[in-house]
């Protein structure tokens, strides 16, 4: 079983009613799994009905890390909110429990090998499924 | 004349911050300019309300007490301060900061006022003249629903001002709402002798980079950061600088000798934060791209940052228009083992219950347990089964005041009614919510309006 937490570091924050989850990949071999594995859809399950617009997943690779935006996830923005985390600082650590599918082992390549990285960005048709 | 190398160092990520560090930063920090935020979407919302209940209020009133120490010093190594305390009012913090200059015999200070931020009072206008507001949150095409609720409106200035008031001599640069990293981009512009008249957007992308690697202070060198347990001296941190290249390439860094660290790790936390598609971050003075960065740690506490890249300007400003939405009342209430899962159910329950018979109507209604799921909600890990006790917190948010203060009292009927071995909190006083209504605005039918003042103080 591979957790985003064996792979990456995390940190978020909020814009309005948008959180975001920087995920830090810890090493090359991290980020190749952690890019492919980590799907919208994966973070949405997770997070049960918090989210309630899109998701989407943007990588930054030449620091090796995702970015993971979380549409109307704040109730409303910090100012009006009821979430005790008003601006979403736990998010980082709430997505570092997420249990990625597949491969056993940090560094499972899958199937279609290292190095060819999908456009950016690449999550942002979730909502249109 | 062009500067080799520009050393900016940050004064503050937040109302509230740690003062020592910035005092650290002026006294012995090779620096020419310190940039203080003091500003947060829900920081505008506070001010809003204060400036609503007292016209002279409304701005960051520690940036007072702030200047005191923080100014002498600045003054004595010519250390040149621009922040966004100002908030919602930067005219009266203006006035106020003058009078404490005089009152305490500061070193002579040359004020630079930046404002032209507010629109509230051009709402209507634009609305008449068929300007749709739409929400970016909500994707709501026009602010009908609100309208009527209407109480401020903000746009995000860049650096134009800054850069104007630096030019015109200021020492301290006090601003309203501006985008954080433009406390740092007026200044590289303003050394570098960069225009929006001959851009070069690469630069400029790479100046709107740089400011967001330091506008969050302790972010950048180890404060809130998954390194924490490896962190020196956090309760001594040091605040971040940037020696910024003609190029935009960067060095960030802090003090010798300061609390904290700075690595890939703490510089890559605060790249992340808080942005959205990071091929086009959306700011004022640049669109900056984050997608090439690369960092490079080059010793001790130093990392280079290289390979940002940005694309002209938005035609557009980003606002928000802060509007009346009810009331919120908020309370805790802790009980104890045996059973706290059956004592905190039955809490809930009769909350709910007196919520009715009181006559209270809630909008929203949210109880969280503290220590168990408040955070993660249905994400948490499974909870002890007979925990030894439980803290549960209420949350309501009402249309009107008098709801959420009868809703208050009933947070304590929790108590007072409730199971054996029942603790509470005293509820907080029901805050009115100022929400807020991002928006975007035309560019063209906000600069105009920026005016810089300068004002003399001090002895």
């Not at chain 2, 016209?55 to 520690?62: K, Q, T, Y």
């Not at chain 2, 100014?71 to 919602?88: L, S």
């Not at chain 2, 994707?139 to 134009?160: F, H, K, N, Q």
């Not at chain 2, 899962?341 to 009769?350: D, I, K, T, W």
Request: proline fraction near 6%.
């Amino acid at each position: 079983m591979t957790l985003v937490r064996d792979l990456a570091f995390g940190r978020s924050g909020d814009k309005g009613d948008t959180a975001n989850v920087g995920l830090l990949a810890k090493d090359e071999a991290a980020w190749q799994r952690l890019r492919r594995g980590l799907t919208p859809e994966l973070v949405r399950a997770h997070l049960g009905g918090i989210v309630r617009g899109e998701i989407e997943i943007f990588e930054m690779p030449r620091i090796q890390a995702l970015n993971v935006v979380l549409h109307n996830a704040l109730g409303g923005g910090a100012s009006r909110t009821l979430r005790f985390d008003q601006t979403g600082k736990a998010f980082a650590t709430i997505l570092l429990g997420i249990e990625l599918p597949g491969g056993t082992a940090v560094g499972d390549e899958g199937a279609d090998g290292p190095g060819e990285a999908p456009s950016i960005p690449r999550g942002g048709a979730e909502s249109e499924r | 004349m062009a500067a080799a190398t520009l050393k900016l160092g940050a004064g503050a990520a937040y109302w509230g911050d740690a003062v020592e560090p910035a005092v650290e930063l002026v006294r012995h920090a090779d620096i020419s300019y310190l940039g203080v935020d003091l500003l947060a979407e829900l920081t505008m919302a506070l001010l809003q309300r204060q400036r609503l209940r007292d016209p002279s209020r409304g701005w960051i009133e520690d940036l007072v007490p702030y200047l005191d120490r923080v100014w002498p010093p600045a003054a004595d190594r010519g250390i040149r301060i621009v922040t966004n305390g100002g908030g919602a009012n930067p005219r009266a913090a203006a006035e106020a900061v003058c009078a404490r200059a005089g009152d305490r015999g500061w070193p002579r200070l040359r004020l630079g006022v930046v404002e032209g931020d507010d629109v509230t009072d051009r709402i209507d206008g634009w609305r008449r003249d068929g300007l749709r507001l739409g929400n970016l949150d909500t994707g709501e095409p026009d602010l009908d629903r609100i309208a009527g609720r209407v109480v401020s409106a903000t746009a995000y200035l860049g650096s134009e001002g800054i850069v104007e008031a630096l030019a015109q001599g200021a020492d301290l640069v006090l601003t309203g709402r501006c985008s954080d990293n433009a406390l740092f981009v007026g200044p590289m512009m303003h050394e570098f002798g960069w225009s929006f008249d001959d851009p070069d957007w690469d630069r400029l992308g790479a100046a709107v980079i740089v400011g967001h690697l330091l506008e969050c202070g302790a972010c950048a060198t180890g404060g809130m950061s998954s390194q924490f347990a490896t962190v020196e001296r956090p309760w001594e941190i040091g605040f971040p600088i940037a020696e910024v290249a003609e190029s935009g390439e960067a060095v960030i860094t802090k003090l010798p000798g300061s609390g904290g660290m700075v690595n890939r790790w703490t510089v890559k936390e605060q790249l992340v934060y808080e942005i959205h598609d990071p091929a086009r971050y959306l700011m004022p003075d640049a669109v900056a791209d984050f997608t090439e960065v690369e960092l490079a740690e080059e010793g001790p506490d130093r990392v280079r940052v290289s390979g940002m890249r940005g694309r002209p300007r938005p035609d557009t400003l980003k606002a928000l228009i802060g509007y009346r939405d009810g009331w919120i009342a908020e309370g805790l209430v802790v009980v104890p083992w045996p059973d706290a899962n059956g004592r905190a159910e039955f809490a809930r329950r009769l909350f709910e219950e007196r919520l009715s018979v009181a006559g209270v109507d809630p909008l929203e209604l949210r109880v969280d347990r503290l220590g168990v799921n408040s955070l993660h909600g249905v994400a948490a890990p499974a909870a002890p089964a007979d925990p030894a006790e439980i803290c549960l917190r209420f949350a309501v948010h009402t249309a009107t005041r008098a709801g959420a203060e009868a809703a208050r009292r009933e947070i304590t009927h929790v108590w007072g009614l409730g199971a054996a071995g029942t603790a509470f909190g005293s509820p907080m006083r029901p805050r009115e919510v100022i929400a807020l209504w991002p928006t975007l605005v035309p560019r063209d039918a906000v600069q105009p309006q920026v005016r810089v003042s300068m004002l003399e103080a001090g002895r």
